[in-house]
């Protein structure tokens, strides 16, 4: 048997150590022991630890543990029946009517309560002519008249041969 | 004081657990299967938590906690694990939270004191000198404080190792972790309960 130490497998020793280790595993590790010091060190001082474990004893239960549990596993059982018995409920999908209901009302108030995008104002259909300066209108209706009277001349005369 | 379990079921016989059938009946509302699996976990679990928080008065608040959870989980319950695998899960996540919490913080001061949380020295017919007690105690005190000293999940390896006598498939199934995992954490915590408690030798 190889060295558990130096493979690393100190399992093999620690099981050794706690009495876990049974069969072939158990004979090859003791004949390891014979020759083998660091082992038998490491097996030592496991075991002293292991001994030492035996020793700590844990307190008994106290003798009204079952009495508390029962009594929480009481209140939790009947906190339900009280709350199922307040409603007036028996089967579960009626108890899921209310709160269907009030979770309708929550989102309607939500939905409602949702700021809508700000309106632009309509702009004023008089804006535009507001906007125009006098010499503006002025001068647009001089160029309207200069239009006129060149039209005016271009216009075919009756007199006049064509060339 | 050996606590032994039979961990030769493994996770996937769970379904010949007959721990797992007490619970499969509980599911469907039977209260005495329920009585009885108290009845067979109580110590077990109490012990396991008294020595992980190291607190008498916490440990059973925990236990309390274990069982109400395992008594609210009953309509949702499947025997996809063994039923101590599961139990154990459940108190060691319960102390483990304990620890981080700081619920027995005061832990450190309380064991140089004699508290009245610690078990009576074991008495034999001939009694123990006060010197000899005294010794005893003082041992006692330094397993304890060596323990404490553990991380959280190496305290919790050990003493399901030492005092449940649990497998490592069965360790690495209540911790979530792999098996190879929990023969370092074993190891290591091993080594260091030798070299804390070397000058006691």
Same mark, same amino acid.
């Given at each position: 048997m190889k060295c558990p130490l130096e493979t690393r497998e100190e399992r093999v020793l620690v099981a050794y150590s706690s009495r876990t280790l049974d069969g072939g595993d158990?004979? $090859?590790l003791e004949a390891h022991l014979q020759s083998c010091s660091a082992c038998r060190e490491f097996v030592r001082g496991q075991r002293e630890v292991w001994e030492a474990l035996d020793g700590w004893e844990a307190a008994p239960v106290s003798a009204d543990f079952d009495?508390?549990?029962y009594a929480r596993m009481q209140r939790e059982v009947s906190w339900w029946q009280r709350m199922r018995g307040r409603m007036g409920l028996v089967p579960v999908y009626r108890a899921l009517l209310p709160v269907t209901t009030l979770a309708a009302l929550v989102?309607?108030? +939500? $939905? $409602?309560?949702?700021?809508?995008p700000p309106r632009v104002p309509p702009q004023p259909v008089t804006a535009q002519v507001e906007g125009l300066q006098p010499d503006q209108v002025v001068h647009a209706l001089d160029e309207?008249? +200069?239009?006129?009277?060149?039209n005016h001349m271009m216009k075919p005369d009756s007199s006049t041969p064509r060339m | 004081m050996m606590e032994?379990?039979?961990?030769n079921m493994g996770g996937a016989t769970a379904a010949l657990d007959?721990?797992?059938e007490l619970?499969?009946?509980?599911?469907?509302g039977d209260g005495a299967s329920f009585a009885q699996l108290l009845e067979k976990h109580r110590s077990p679990v109490v012990h396991f938590l008294y020595r992980m928080v190291q607190q008498q008065a916490v440990a059973e608040e925990l236990a309390q906690e274990v069982f109400l959870r395992v008594y609210r989980s009953r309509g949702t319950y499947e025997p996809t694990a063994k039923f101590t695998t599961w139990l154990f899960r459940i108190a060691t996540h319960l102390a483990l939270n304990a620890l981080r919490d700081g619920r027995n913080e005061r832990n450190q001061e309380r064991l140089d004191e004699r508290s009245d949380d610690m078990p009576a020295l074991q008495v034999e017919d001939r009694r123990p000198s006060v010197e000899q007690a005294m010794v005893h105690q003082a041992t006692l005190d330094e397993v304890r404080r060596a323990v404490a000293a553990l991380p959280g999940k190496q305290r919790a390896a050990v003493l399901m190792h030492k005092y449940r006598e649990m497998e490592y498939t069965q360790i690495a199934k209540v911790l979530n972790c792999s098996e190879s995992a929990v023969k370092s954490l074993l190891f290591r915590a091993y080594e260091t309960l030798r070299a804390r408690l070397a000058h006691m030798a």
């Open positions: 158990k004979e $090859l009495r508390r549990l989102l309607a108030a +939500v $939905l $409602l309560e949702r700021p809508s309207m008249e +200069v239009l006129d009277q060149f | 032994r379990v039979n961990t007959y721990d797992a619970m499969l009946r509980v599911k469907d």
